[in-house]
């Protein structure tokens, strides 16, 4: 009977002492859950901190299960959403997220700039032709500077401007645009040594008072 009642004490201590290990380790296993999740390549979203986390913010990297808690997290930290392209990244920070990012970032660069260099005016060439460089350099003779427009513009094949060598003389296209009332008078081959008002008073209507 003593040996009965000496197992029976023994085996009551046993059961409470499982049941007590039981109780103190549920909390354990609830405060450990993310980390075993974590270890199982599964994160919990850091905003409910409930649900399996499917989405990382490209700005702050906090992790969300839902557009609901997408939302709920701008709303807190005031976060944008938007990763700052420009901002340092150490590189023991430095991972495939960010490589990623680095790369789309380069790639929009480019872009840019192919778009940038399709919408700007072709540059005149710098090899052009005897003739033209003859212009050029007689004009910078006379003072003027002297552009050419690219070939094909309706500016560059009605210009008459010529330069005689013989003569050493130039000729000039002159076109005079009288202000607001629209009209336009064009010279075609006016000779560089011909005053200015010679040449206006073939347009205007001079009356002596």
């Known amino acids: ?17 499982l049941s007590a290990m039981a109780a103190g380790s549920s909390g ?6 993310e980390e075993v999740d974590a270890r199982k390549g599964k994160a ?27 939302k709920k997290h701008k709303e807190r930290t005031q976060c944008t959403g938007k990763r700052d392209v420009t901002k340092y990244v150490p590189m023991d920070a ?21 778009v940038a260099s399709k919408g700007r005016p072709i540059p005149p060439r710098k090899d052009l032709p005897p003739f033209m460089k003859t212009l050029r350099f007689q004009a910078r003779k006379r003072g003027v500077r002297l552009l050419f427009m690219q070939p094909g513009m309706k500016r560059r094949r009605e210009n008459s401007s010529a330069y ?43 009356r002596a008072d």
């Open 1 to 17: 009977i003593g040996i009965g009642i000496g197992i029976g004490v023994i085996f009551i201590k046993w059961r409470f002492h």
């Open 28 to 33: 354990e296993v609830e405060v450990h859950r």
């Open 44 to 70: 919990l979203c850091e905003e409910c901190s409930t649900a399996e986390a499917k989405y990382t913010c490209p700005a702050c990297g906090e992790k969300t299960c839902s557009l609901k808690c997408c």
């Open 94 to 114: 430095f991972g495939e997220r960010e490589l990623l990012s680095d790369i789309s970032f380069l790639d929009g660069v480019k872009r840019a700039r192919d």
């Open 164 to 206: 005689n060598r013989p003569k050493d003389q130039f000729s000039w296209r002159i076109e005079w645009h009288f202000g607001k009332t629209g009209v336009v008078k064009t010279d075609s081959r006016v000779e560089d040594g011909v005053a200015v008002r010679d040449i206006l008073c073939k347009h205007l209507d001079v």
